[in-house]
């Protein structure tokens, strides 16, 4: 199987029961990326697949192949950190860290959804115009769960880079 | 998770050529049945996949309604600016459910056919009738908090889990299907659904191999729209009751009404009992009372889910204050 991540293709041949998230850390070495319920309930294993964030685990490597996925080995690196990783780490937006690649890819996909305008269950109309203040970034942010209750944190973070 | 064959279907006809038996599933976002099949409360031994058909598109129909592909995404379904413009109930409903990255997945085909959060059918040591016919139910006497009060039987007290769904109900959906045989069937979201009886694991009515291909709305509807939903946690939990209503007032008298109920039956609960106690009279708490007591009439509760029917009476109330109120 062929697949594109983070603009370098890869081949892997998998067992056809590989989840894209399986795909990425069991076989490419891809490992930022984490596995916490397996059931799509966490948002830990979020990656951005053709610009739309969803979660790997709920998805089969196979039905993949010709999509455009970007990890969070696609989004930034130790020496070149994308803003929203410099906006988490100078908000204290983590304590273990483990839920953090998913929030910050949910959340680099989540800033676009509301660019497009794309209203939310707290948004008082729907006509656009999104302002992405506390309210809008936890109901947008919600399929992201952090153990550690960093959520202040995080919204503080997401709201430095897009918010009012 | 137990192994299958797996194919990609090119084209509506192919996907429906390569099903037909009970084992063969068609898979489009999948966040609900791979969910499903890692627990091994489904185990079909073959996928058909139908991701990559060209169902997903919203049309204008010639009759002044909308033509939803069944492979457009609860997200895109939400956000397109005719649904938000014409029909507020189902944006406000899709918006309601699940999170963001599932509803980027999640299809509008696949979401009709969305199954039940029932603890026991996700446990496969219980006894449980939908995911093994015969074997028994343990919600009835067990934790049935989220359970059903409408439309159960002595077999299954599953709810459908969906929004999406309820938005529809109410505004008279017609789902279209292809059949293994080539013939198309349209089908009103009315008569979609199957209570569960003696066959709770049969819930719609379509036949093994027929596929969901669009999704028809009828011109929109007058009057005000709204989707309230009432659950444990702010966001990103299922409904322990919802309600899409579609109100219009007219001189002072309500002229249409149509009522929509998540979180009380084994499918989208639509009662025309409700409307009738409404339509024609004034908007006032005694025929909002009348609703609700013809909503309950034969709603019974199962011990933990006992507190369903005070809340979905005051749910309904306050939606139909806020739908007949001041300038309706």
Same mark, same amino acid.
């Given at each position: 199987m062929?697949?594109?991540?983070?603009?370098?293709?890869?081949?892997?041949?998998?067992?056809?029961r590989?989840s894209?998230?399986d795909?990425?850390?069991?076989h490419?070495?891809?490992?930022g990326?984490k596995?916490g319920?397996?059931?799509g309930?966490? %948002?830990a294993c979020t990656?951005?697949v053709?610009?739309?964030?969803?979660n790997s685990?709920?998805?089969?490597?196979?039905?993949?192949?010709?999509?455009?996925?970007?990890t969070?080995?696609?989004i930034g690196?130790?020496?070149?950190?994308?803003?929203l990783?410099?906006?988490?780490?100078?908000?204290?937006?983590?304590?273990?860290g483990?839920?953090?690649?998913?929030?910050i890819c949910?959340?680099?996909?989540?800033?676009?959804?509301?660019?497009m305008?794309?209203?939310?269950?707290?948004? %008082?109309?729907l006509d656009?115009?999104?302002?992405?203040?506390?309210?809008?970034?936890?109901e947008?942010?919600? %399929?992201n769960?952090?153990?550690?209750?960093?959520?202040p944190?995080i919204?503080?973070?997401?709201?430095?880079?897009? %918010?009012? | 998770?137990k192994?299958?064959?797996y194919a990609?279907?090119?084209s509506?006809?192919d996907?429906?050529?390569?099903?037909g038996?009970?084992?063969t599933?068609f898979?489009?976002g999948?966040?609900?049945?791979?969910?499903l099949?890692?627990?091994?409360?489904e185990?079909p031994?073959?996928?058909?996949?139908?991701?990559?058909?060209?169902?997903?598109?919203i !049309?204008?129909?010639?009759?002044?309604? #909308?033509?939803i592909?069944? #492979?457009?995404?609860?997200?895109d #379904?939400?956000a397109?600016?005719r649904?938000?413009?014409?029909y507020e109930?189902?944006?406000r409903?899709?918006?309601?459910?699940?999170?963001?990255?599932?509803?980027?997945?999640?299809s509008?085909?696949?979401n009709?056919l969305?199954?039940t959060?029932?603890?026991?059918?996700?446990?496969t040591a219980?006894?449980?009738n939908?995911?093994?016919?015969?074997?028994?139910c343990?919600a009835l006497?067990g934790?049935?908090?989220?359970h059903?009060?409408l439309?159960?039987?002595?077999?299954c007290?599953a709810?459908?889990?969906?929004d999406?769904?309820?938005?529809?109900?109410a505004?008279?959906?017609?789902?279209?299907?292809?059949?293994?045989?080539g013939d198309r069937?349209?089908?009103?979201?009315?008569?979609?659904?199957?209570l569960?009886?003696?066959?709770?694991?049969?819930?719609t009515? #379509?036949?093994?191999?027929e596929?969901?291909?669009h999704?028809?709305l009828p011109?929109a509807?007058?009057?005000?729209?709204?989707y309230?939903?009432?659950r444990d946690?702010?966001s990103?939990?299922?409904?322990?009751?919802?309600?899409?209503?579609i109100?219009?007032? !007219?001189?002072?008298?309500?002229?249409?009404?149509?009522?929509?109920?998540g979180?009380?039956?084994?499918?989208?609960?639509?009662?025309a009992?409700?409307e009738?106690?409404?339509?024609?009279?004034?908007?006032?708490?005694?025929a909002?009372e009348?609703?609700?007591d013809?909503?309950?009439k034969?709603?019974r509760?199962?011990?933990?889910?006992?507190f369903?029917l005070?809340?979905v009476?005051?749910?309904?109330?306050?939606?139909?204050?806020?739908?007949t109120?001041d300038?309706?």
């Open positions: 062929q697949f594109t991540i983070n603009g370098q293709s890869h081949q892997a041949e998998v067992d056809i590989t894209l998230l795909l990425c850390r069991e490419l070495g891809l490992t990326s596995k319920c397996d059931h309930q966490c %948002g990656m951005i053709n610009g739309r964030r969803i685990c709920l998805t089969l490597a196979v039905m993949h192949q010709d999509d455009d996925i970007v969070i080995e696609g690196t130790p020496e070149n950190l994308a803003p990783q410099r906006a988490f780490v100078s908000h204290d937006a983590f304590q273990c483990y839920c953090t690649p998913g929030q949910s959340a680099t996909a989540m800033i676009e959804e509301a660019k305008g794309w209203p939310s269950h707290v948004s %008082g109309t656009g115009g999104v302002t992405l203040d506390n309210e809008e970034i936890s947008r942010m919600s %399929g769960i952090c153990r550690c209750a960093a959520y944190n919204v503080d973070a997401i709201r430095e880079v897009a %918010g009012a | 998770m192994t299958f064959d990609r279907a090119d509506p006809e996907a429906v050529a390569a099903a038996d009970e084992d599933y898979i489009a999948g966040t609900n049945l791979l969910d099949m890692k627990l091994q409360v185990t031994a073959r996928l058909v996949d139908i991701s990559r058909l060209d169902l997903n598109r !049309e204008d129909t010639d009759e002044g309604g #909308l033509r592909g069944a #492979l457009v995404a609860n997200s #379904l939400a397109d600016q649904v938000r413009d014409r109930v189902l944006s409903a899709l918006l309601a459910g699940a999170s963001g990255q599932l509803r980027n997945k999640a509008t085909g696949g009709l969305q199954r959060r029932c603890y026991y059918f996700y446990d219980s006894r449980c939908k995911r093994e016919p015969g074997t028994g343990d006497e934790f049935n908090r989220i059903a009060v439309g159960t039987s002595d077999h007290i709810t459908h889990p969906g999406m769904p309820v938005a529809m109900r505004l008279g959906a017609v789902i279209v299907t292809l059949k293994k045989d069937r349209r089908i009103p979201i009315h008569d979609f659904y199957r569960p009886g003696d066959t709770p694991h049969i819930e009515v #379509l036949q093994p191999g596929l969901i291909t999704v028809e011109p509807p007058a009057g005000r729209q709204l309230r939903k009432v946690r702010a990103y939990a299922f409904a322990l009751v919802s309600v899409a209503g109100v219009s007032v !007219e001189d002072g008298r309500i002229a249409s009404a149509a009522l929509a109920f979180g009380l039956g084994p499918m989208p609960w639509r009662d009992a409700v009738a106690a409404l339509v024609g009279n004034a908007p006032s708490s005694a909002f009348a609703a609700a013809a909503l309950l034969d709603a509760g199962y011990g933990s889910n006992d369903k005070p809340l009476r005051r749910t309904l109330i306050a939606c139909l204050r806020d739908l109120g300038a309706a």
